[in-house]
């Protein structure tokens, strides 16, 4: 219990830090959990023909251009590459503060 103390008492300097990294790792898991979603409706909407119902449906009925087969295989080829990319970013943003927050905590333990 004591070590941990110690520990925490190097890591509360750098609560921003902290802060970012569990933001951007909530963001990364949310992009995560929706890069499957462009797939579905391709399969399901483009080229099974069905129609979406609920929410979805309402989505896709609000994209203009959207209510014709070619139109909706632009719209998921478009959201599927933002979202890989805003997903990349991401990773690589996460990534860079896991570095930075840690070296600059261990640097200070070092010290």
Excluded: C, N
């Amino acid at each position: 219990m004591i070590r941990t103390v110690r520990v925490l008492r190097y890591a509360l300097p750098y609560w921003p830090g902290w802060l970012l990294v569990a933001m951007v790792t909530l963001l990364t898991t949310i992009l995560a959990l929706l890069e499957p979603l462009p797939m579905k409706i391709l399969v399901d909407q483009v080229l099974g023909g069905q129609t979406a119902g609920g929410m979805l449906g309402a989505i896709i009925d609000a994209l203009p251009g959207a209510s014709s087969t070619e139109g909706l295989l632009i719209w998921v080829t478009l959201v599927g590459l933002v979202v890989f990319a805003v997903h990349s970013a991401s990773d690589v943003i996460l990534t860079f503060t896991w570095i930075r927050v840690g070296q600059r905590m261990v640097y200070d333990l070092a010290g």
